[in-house]
C-alpha cells in the first residue's frame, strides 16, 4: 500500500467491516465498539491515512468562502491583488481565506489541502517559484473545481487565467530608455521558469531589435530571487567592466532599487550616466532617491477581474467538464516615467 493513497475502502477490506462503519469509527460516533475504534484508527496511522480533501469539499454545499494563494503578501503588487479580490468577493457575501507560499512548491500543496478542508467554494491562485509541475492544479481542474489563475499562468489545458501584457510592458520600458539616448541596456531578468518573465524578456529584445540595437546575451542576467542584494552584486560585476552599460531594466522594482544602489556605490549617477526602469510599480518605487520609473500592474484590477471570474465559474460548477475551456484575460501595463529614467523633457 503506497502512502498518501489509502482510502476508507481499504481499510474496511483489510479489517472486514463496511466503509461507513470505518468513517464513523474514525470520527468517534457512539455506537461503534471501542474495539473497532482502536483497530480502524490503528490500522490508519499504520498506513497512514489521510482523508479525501478534494472529495471531502466537493461534497460540501456552498460555504460562501474562496480562498486565495500568493507567493508573498509583502509583496506590493500581490497585496493589492488582494484588495481587487476581497472588494468583488465581499460585494457578493463570500469571505477570503489567504495563504502565502513564500515561493514554495511544498507549502503550496499544503495551502491548496488547507483550503479544501476549510470547505472553500473556489480558488485563485497564483503559483509559486518552485512550481514546474502542475498535477496538484491539474486535479482539481479535471474534477471542474474552480480555479483561476492570476499573474503567472501555468502550462496546462482548460485554465482559465488573468495577467497582464508582460511583453508590451517591457517593450514600452526599453522603447523610452532608448528614447532618452541609452544604447546599451541590461535586463535583470526574472525565474526562467515563469511566463512573465520570457514575456517580458521577449519585449525587451524586440525594443532592441527595432531601434537596429545589437542585442548582447551577456546583458541579460536571470535574477531568480529577484533580491535587492542579488541585483546590487549582478549590477556591480556588470558595470565594473567594459564596456560599461547606460542603461538597466530590471523585472521588478526590488531588483532595480538593488540596481540603483549599485551604481551609486560605483559613483555612477541616475540617470545622467544611466537610465534605469523597474516593473510593477511598488509603493516605494515613487518615494526613493531618484523616484523609479516603472511598469504598472494594476493588480487591483487583476484582483477584481480574477475575482468576478471565479465566482461565474463557481456558479457554473455543475456543468459537465467539457464546458470548461481555456481562457485568458491580457490586461494592459501602464508606464510610469519617473526621474531614474527621464533625461530629456518632453
Not at 52 to 74: C, D, H, Q, W, Y
Not at 81 to 90: D, H, L, Q, Y
Not at 262 to 277: D, R, Y
Not at 282 to 301: C, E, K, R, Y
Request: hydrophobic share 40%.
Amino acid at each position: 500500500m503506497k502512502l498518501g493513497q489509502v482510502t476508507i475502502v481499504d481499510i474496511a477490506k483489510e479489517l472486514n467491516i463496511s466503509p461507513s462503519t470505518v468513517s464513523r469509527a474514525l470520527k468517534d460516533y457512539p455506537g461503534i465498539s471501542d474495539e473497532t475504534k482502536e483497530k480502524v484508527k490503528a490500522l490508519a496511522a499504520k498506513w497512514s491515512y489521510r482523508p479525501n480533501a478534494v472529495a471531502m469539499s466537493l461534497r460540501r454545499s456552498k460555504s460562501f468562502t474562496i480562498g486565495v494563494i500568493i507567493p508573498e503578501v509583502v509583496h506590493f503588487f500581490f497585496s493589492t491583488v488582494i484588495s481587487g479580490v476581497e472588494e468583488i468577493a465581499f460585494s457578493n457575501g463570500y469571505n477570503v481565506i489567504l495563504c502565502q507560499t513564500n515561493e514554495s512548491l511544498a507549502r503550496e500543496k499544503s495551502s491548496i489541502e488547507t483550503m479544501l478542508s476549510n470547505q472553500i467554494d473556489g480558488l485563485l491562485v497564483s503559483f509559486s517559484k518552485e512550481t514546474v509541475d502542475f498535477e496538484h492544479f491539474k486535479k482539481l481542474i479535471d474534477i471542474n473545481f474552480p480555479i483561476v489563475f492570476f499573474d503567472r499562468v501555468p502550462d496546462l489545458e482548460n485554465t482559465v487565467n488573468v495577467t497582464v501584457n508582460d511583453f508590451q510592458g517591457a517593450f514600452e520600458a526599453v522603447k523610452h530608455l532608448i528614447a532618452q539616448g541609452c544604447t546599451k541596456i541590461v535586463h535583470l531578468a526574472g525565474p526562467k521558469n515563469l511566463d512573465i518573465s520570457k514575456q517580458r524578456q521577449k519585449g525587451y529584445m524586440e525594443a532592441l531589435k527595432q531601434a537596429n540595437i545589437p542585442l548582447n546575451q551577456d546583458w541579460i542576467i536571470e535574477c531568480p530571487k529577484g533580491t535587492q542584494e542579488e541585483s546590487f552584486q549582478i549590477t556591480k560585476e556588470i558595470f565594473e567592466k567594459s564596456p560599461v552599460p547606460d542603461g538597466v531594466f530590471a523585472s521588478n522594482d526590488i531588483a532595480a532599487a538593488g540596481s540603483m544602489m549599485a551604481l551609486k556605490s560605483l559613483g555612477l549617477k541616475i540617470p545622467e550616466n544611466v537610465g534605469v526602469v523597474g516593473f510593477s510599480d511598488w509603493q516605494f518605487s515613487a518615494m526613493i532617491d531618484p523616484p523609479l520609473s516603472t511598469v504598472s500592474q494594476h493588480g487591483f484590477n487583476i484582483g477584481q477581474t480574477a475575482t468576478k471570474l471565479l465566482l461565474d465559474l463557481i456558479d457554473k460548477k455543475k456543468e459537465a467538464i467539457t464546458t470548461r475551456e481555456h481562457r485568458t484575460i491580457v490586461l494592459e501595463t501602464e508606464l510610469i516615467i519617473r526621474q531614474s529614467s527621464q533625461r530629456k523633457k518632453f
